[in-house]
T-cell receptor, first 115, second 113 residues
Framework: DSGVTQTPKHLITATGQRVTLRCSPR?????VYWYQQSLDQGLQFLIQ???????AKGNILERFSAQQFPDLHSELNLSSLELGDSALYFC??????????????FGPGTRLTVL | GNSVTQMEGPVTLSEEAFLTINCTYT??????LFWYVQYPGEGLQLLLK?????DKGSNKGFEATYRKETTSFHLEKGSVQVSDSAVYFC????????????FGQGTRLTINP
């Protein structure tokens, strides 16, 4: 158990809908990262938050947004869902701003299926 | 930009066989290199890491050496077990900018008894 929790574990929805994925980082971790794992794109970085502020953006679609709250949990919002958004979404956390060999701890993921 | 290339899978071996999963990278300077493992139905776990050239990371019988001259970080284990069956990801973190991890495509390993 990494100490990172994600809810829900599974999510099935229809095209055009909007969903929210939730992540609670390890106790004391200030940085949260979101990654998407899909069959065709592999594991890709989406976005990073540090202590409530957006720190870095990767290959995140405009239909997707995220935020980190004062209690440090984070939410990833996916809207106008398309079939291609079906994937496993991971959250990871680290103590501060990961440098060098600092470890990122991954949650179990949320599997999103868009029908 | 930074990128990681892993050997294509899936890989199937018999128990006690020798394992090598190749990983090469493209990056500026000296990135930090990682191997993560994903067991069925679980998130990624850090298996080992190396932060500078010629460093050897090791854990649970797995080893990988940071080779700057060949830009490689191949994963090896001398005698695999059925419990090693999982998906293995090579990853790097660059020296500048975002602290994101850049992953290879993953290699699915199956060990048969």
């Amino acid at each position: 158990d990494s100490g990172v929790t994600q809810t829900p574990k599974h999510l099935i929805t229809a095209t055009g809908q909007r969903v929210t994925l939730r992540c609670s980082p390890r106790s004391g971790d200030l940085s949260v990262y979101w990654y998407q794992q899909s069959l065709d794109q592999g594991l890709q970085f989406l976005i990073q938050y540090y202590n409530g502020e957006e720190r870095a953006k990767g290959n995140i679609l405009e239909r997707f947004s995220a935020q980190q709250f004062p209690d440090l949990h984070s939410e990833l919002n996916l809207s106008s869902l398309e079939l291609g958004d079906s994937a496993l979404y991971f959250c990871a956390s680290s103590v501060a701003l990961s440098r060098g060999g600092d470890e990122q701890f991954f949650g179990p993921g949320t599997r999103l299926t868009v029908l | 930009g930074n990128s990681v290339t892993q050997m294509e899978g899936p890989v199937t071996l018999s128990e006690e066989a020798f394992l090598t999963i190749n990983c090469t990278y493209t990056a500026t300077g000296y990135p930090s290199l990682f191997w993560y493992v994903q067991y069925p139905g679980e998130g990624l776990q850090l298996l080992l890491k190396a932060t500078k050239a010629d460093d050897k990371g090791s854990n649970k019988g797995f080893e990988a050496t940071y080779r700057k001259e060949t830009t490689s970080f191949h994963l090896e284990k001398g005698s695999v077990q059925v419990s090693d069956s999982a998906v293995y990801f090579c990853a790097l973190r660059g020296i500048q900018g975002a602290q994101k991890l850049v992953f290879g495509q993953g290699t699915r390993l199956t060990i048969n008894p």
